[in-house]
């Protein structure tokens, strides 16, 4: 190993190349390796002669696209069942579809409550306009409008100030009156206390008390029941008399029948009989018939009796309601003259803290007089920097919340990431999704591996067999997961196919981790949108997928910028002179970064100094890389190639 190859940055064994690379072919690749080697060593030749200070590495602000993609490898598959499910929780609205049922990519399959989701929405929508209108407030200052306000609100406040002092002078009155009128008032309570008990005196003329008038009332309402048993019994053996008048009635009829039957047949002897029992019969009704007409008569004064035992019972019990209300109402009484009492107290009591308060009252107007005036002058004064930052980065804010809203909301409908035939519906309107992961998937393969998470007995909300097409399963480190949500697009290429370039999308990721050798990952499935001839089960596919793009903004190189969001800031050459400025810093990569204040197009910015020996720290080594470009093009653009690190070896 030479000098130069010897100091040259060192890379991880076994990492793939970008795809880019890999396709300019071996010739553009050793051209481009003699490049290199050749800017390395006049890089060396000119530090080792020369004694002057190496020049200060810049870059330019340009306009583009800044994308930041993560990347990683898997294995390739073919489905068999997918199983989908809710990412979010919530109730059961709608199911859009039923067993047998073919679905397409993108088509609904259920729909979760979405109110909450809505209104989160408009909160965020409504967060948003308010912070544009801050920042448009701090960037223009105050209108003609705003400063007629402004002097309306030290009138205000001055009037405010004149109320406290007559609300001061007013309250002392007021709570001189209180304290009459609860003295006043305990007067007529007395006074209708000893109206209360010359009532008690009077009611007490027939009982002496509540307890001899319950025993009286309990007196009659033993009558009134012995009474009512004797009517029972009364009318009872009426009814068994007329009962009996019945039967007599009937042997008489039955008697007189033959009596005319005898007569007929001129028979004497049986004549006689039955005119013998014809007489007995008509006997016995007639017997009968008396004792009825008597029992109707004490029948009848049962009845008298009963009538006085309740108008007795009524009496009574009149008299004893009226001893008890007497009771009640002279302890009202005793209870209204004891809160009387308590009311001058309080009345009392209530114009001292009045007095206190009016005092803390007109110092509060006097205080925000002042206040009123000094936040005025400060609002007229011109905005600072400062302001204008924070401000910005307020209107950053709101905007990532409005975005975050509205996926929240695209996410209360479930759509099929694949299209397939509808196996089973789990779910029912009404039911309670839990959601806190996305759907588990099931493969040929995934039972020999970490695999998808899923297995053939898996279940989500809805699950679709019949997929067509091949599948790739990789895994990617917990930080780029959570950067991945099902749905986005992804780029897959195959290591037996270099020349094929394949269009993807996520649609599972793993709600369970693989740990190996203390590296944490999440296996995530991507559906391949088409296929190429020599696709197989088996073969080593790598992804790529977009995790962050920004349109048409500004960006510089990622190592010229120190901090983040607000409270970033870069150097700026400005008539030879390096000047730090305050910016806001948006979407953040390994090569670029997106500037959304700040800057202007075609400045300069400074990059920090490096030597050959940091250059091993300045070659990314992991696997999200963000690019900017003014296209749409490779990650090799804008402000310096992922591959050196942030400016290359110049400015």
């Given amino acids: 190993m030479n000098v130069i190859t010897s100091r040259l ?15 300019l072919g071996p010739l553009n690749i050793a051209l481009g390796a003699a490049l290199v080697g050749a800017g390395v060593g006049s ?29 990683a490898t898997g294995t390739l598959q073919a489905a068999q069942e997918l199983s989908v499910g809710f990412t979010t929780a919530g109730t059961v609205t709608a199911v859009d579809v039923k067993p047998g049922e073919r679905v397409k990519r993108g088509q609904a399959l259920g729909r979760i409550d979405s109110t909450s989701a809505q209104q989160a929405l408009q909160q965020a929508q409504a967060s948003l306009a308010n912070a544009q ?78 307890a001899a008038a319950g025993a009286a009332v309990t007196a009659d309402q033993a009558q009134l029941a012995s009474d009512q048993a004797k009517q029972q019994s009364d009318e009872q053996s009426q009814t068994a008399l007329q009962h009996q008048q019945t039967v007599d009635k009937a042997n008489l009829s039955q008697a007189q029948t033959d009596l005319q039957q005898a007569t007929t047949a001129k028979d004497t002897v049986a004549e006689a009989s039955d005119q013998s029992q014809v007489n ?19 029948l009848q ?20 309601t009226a001893l008890q209300n007497d009771t009640k109402t002279i302890r009202a009484d005793e209870t209204k003259i004891a809160s009387d009492r308590q009311s001058i107290a309080s009345a009392r009591m209530s114009a001292q803290s009045t007095a206190t308060r009016d005092k803390q009252s007109v110092a509060s107007a ?24 924070a401000a910005k980065s307020s209107v950053l804010n709101a905007q990532i919340g409005v975005v975050n809203a509205q996926k929240a909301l695209d996410d209360t409908i479930l759509r099929a990431p694949i299209a397939g035939t509808v196996a089973s519906v789990s779910g029912v309107v009404g039911t309670a999704e839990s959601g806190g992961g996305n759907s588990a998937v099931t493969s040929s393969s995934s039972s020999g591996s970490s695999g998808t998470g899923g297995s053939s007995g898996s279940s989500g909300f809805v699950t679709l067999t019949g997929i067509t097409g091949m599948q790739l399963v990789a895994g990617f480190a917990e930080t780029d997961t959570a950067k991945l949500r099902v749905g986005q697009t992804a780029t897959v290429t195959v290591d037996a196919l270099p020349t094929a370039e394949l269009a993807a999308h996520i649609i599972a990721i793993d709600g369970t981790a693989s740990s190996s050798s203390g590296v944490v990952t999440y296996n995530v499935t991507f559906q391949l949108d088409r296929s190429v001839a020599g696709l197989k089960s088996g073969m080593t596919g790598n992804v790529d997928v977009v995790v962050g793009e920004a349109d048409n903004v500004l960006h510089v190189p990622t190592a010229a910028v ?62 999200s890389t963000t690019s900017a470009t003014t296209g749409r093009a490779g990650r090799f653009g804008g402000g310096g190639a992922t591959f050196f690190g942030g400016g290359g070896f110049g400015g």
Avoid: H
Wanted: charged letters at 20%.
């Fill in 9 to 23: 940055p060192l890379r991880e064994t076994g990492r793939r190349l970008p795809r880019s690379i890999a396709r």
């Fill in 43 to 71: 890089y060396f030749a000119v530090a080792g002669t020369s004694s002057t200070p190496a020049a200060v590495r810049t870059a330019t602000v340009q306009k583009g696209v800044v994308l930041s993609t993560t990347s």
């Fill in 133 to 210: 209108a801050n920042y448009e407030q701090t960037l223009t200052g105050e209108t003609a409008i705003e400063r007629k306000q402004d002097a309306l609100s030290v009138t205000q406040s001055k009037q405010s100030l004149a109320n406290a002092k007559a609300s001061q002078k007013q309250d002392s009155v007021s709570s001189a009156a209180s304290v009459a009128q609860a003295g006043r008032q305990m007067a007529v309570d007395k006074g209708q206390e000893k109206l209360d008990l010359y009532t008690q005196k009077n009611d007490q003329a027939k009982y002496p008390n509540a």
């Fill in 280 to 298: 007995d019969f008509q006997s016995a009704v007639n017997n009968d018939q008396n004792e009825l007409d008597a029992l109707s008569a004490t």
């Fill in 301 to 320: 004064n049962d009845g008298f009796a009963i009538t006085a035992d309740n108008s007795k019972i009524s009496n009574d019990q009149a008299a004893l």
């Fill in 366 to 389: 006097k205080l925000a007089l002042t206040t009123t005036r000094a936040s005025i002058a400060a609002k007229q004064a011109p905005p600072t920097p400062a302001a204008l930052t």
């Fill in 562 to 623: 120190t901090g983040s969001g607000a409270n970033a800031s870069v150097t700026v050459l400005r008539s030879g002179k390096q000047v730090r400025v305050p910016v806001v810093a948006g979407l953040q990569g390994d090569s670029s970064t997106a500037i959304l204040s700040g800057l202007k197009n075609n400045e300069t910015v400074v990059l920090p100094s490096v030597s050959l020996a940091g250059l091993t720290g300045s070659a990314g080594t992991g696997t």
